[in-house]
């Protein structure tokens, strides 16, 4: 994950956690098209329009938050390429208030104007930036089983984990080979093509969505399925040409074929992940000076100017605040690893912070 989106998911948990009273809450999101004029002009109309809120306590919070909103924007100049969020209110805690300035400038455009007040701030705008866009479908199928997850990123989840009767391979007596043959492979097609109609179901209203989709589990039943399964013609595109062989259908083997998809799809964070942490530990075998781990060691080497990557574990988020401002200021790299794969794992056992140097 990038620092950008990770250090943007925090705020968004911060801005959540905040708790208000009835319309104490005010937030605006900007989109870059909108004219800075124009949104003057409606939050002067709104704050006009206040006065007639009858609880004397919202309107005095309505109030001061749009009278806050109006002072910022007509000091900013112009509403910047990816336009702006407001969160501002009031908080009370313990009979004491506290007020609440936060002004976010979005890491990608905002996609739409919205005003709301209300006891809590609207971030689902905000949210939807911090998820990657693109996004890995991976389906294990087996006879009767299919276990679909999303992995977004290099965080997985699972959506569907279905089982479908189908007549086991030891026949009952008295039933010719042949029909009882002929009855399990019917069975096994309408498997096939409930398959295609749960994945038509959930990806293909999301088709600019989907990076990929990747087949697993036993090998020729996925294959029978790309033959015989209904598939929509525009999610067989995007499957991947390898089948990911995994003996267990259910959340678990998702997790192994997790790790084999980034070697089948190059571009995913996971391989970028991988990659950079088989040449820290590359370096590190052979014994070279480029590379050091530890907070101190890294800090230190980071302060020196000679950090090109950090690599963190995304559960350290009390170190990431100490570490966005000084990897701009030094102009290095910092990529966030999932606790969730192989590499998040190993990166725990030298402490949770590694780097790669210039020197």
């Known amino acids: 994950m990038s620092a950008e989106r990770h250090k943007l998911r925090r705020k968004v948990e911060q801005l959540k ?3 208000g009273r009835h319309s104490s809450f005010t937030t605006i999101y900007i989109p870059p098209s909108k004219n800075l004029t124009d949104v003057i002009s409606f939050v002067k109309s709104e704050l006009a ?7 004397k306590a919202n309107r005095k919070h309505v ?19 990816n336009g702006l969020a407001f969160f501002y209110g009031v908080e009370e805690e313990g009979g004491t208030e506290s007020e609440i300035r936060e002004l976010v400038v979005p890491p990608t455009p905002v996609s739409q104007f919205i005003y709301l007040c209300g006891r809590e701030f609207v971030t689902e705008e905000l949210e939807n930036m911090t998820k990657p866009k693109s996004l890995v479908v991976i389906v294990l199928i087996e006879g009767g089983k299919v276990t679909v997850g999303y992995l977004r990123g290099k965080h997985m989840e699972l959506i569907r984990d279905e089982d479908f009767f189908i007549i086991g391979k030891t026949r009952a007596g008295g039933q010719s080979a042949k029909r009882y043959m002929r009855l399990r492979e019917e069975k096994m097609m309408e498997f096939f093509k409930f398959v295609g109609r749960l994945l038509n179901n959930l990806l293909v209203d999301d088709l600019e ?12 039943r996925a294959q029978e399925f790309l033959e015989k399964g209904d598939l929509d ?26 790790k084999e998809a980034s070697r089948v799809l190059r571009e995913t964070e996971i391989y ?3 990659e950079t ?19 101190t060691e890294v800090m230190d080497a980071l302060h020196e100017g000679r950090v090109d990557t950090i690599m963190v574990l995304e559960d350290l988020s009390d170190q990431m605040d100490e570490l966005y401002d000084d990897v701009t200021a030094y102009g290095s790299k910092l990529l966030v690893f999932s606790n969730q794969t192989e590499s998040g794992a190993q990166l725990k056992g030298f402490g949770g912070i590694a780097a790669r140097l210039r020197w």
């Open 277 to 295: 942490w088989e040449q820290f530990i590359d370096d590190l075998m052979k014994g070279l000076t480029t590379v050091t781990y530890g907070k």
């Open 233 to 258: 013609y525009r999610l067989r595109e995007k499957v991947a040409e390898t089948i990911i062989p995994v003996s267990i259908i259910d959340e678990t083997g998702l997790f192994q074929a997790m």
């Open 209 to 220: 969505n989907i990076d990929a989709i990747v087949l697993g589990g036993n090998t020729i």
């Open 17 to 19: 956690a905040y708790q």
């Open 272 to 274: 970028a992940e991988r």
């Open 49 to 55: 329009g206040a006065e007639n809120i009858k609880s």
């Open 63 to 81: 109030s001061d938050n749009l009278t806050a909103i109006l002072s910022e924007l007509t000091i900013i100049g112009g509403i910047p390429e």
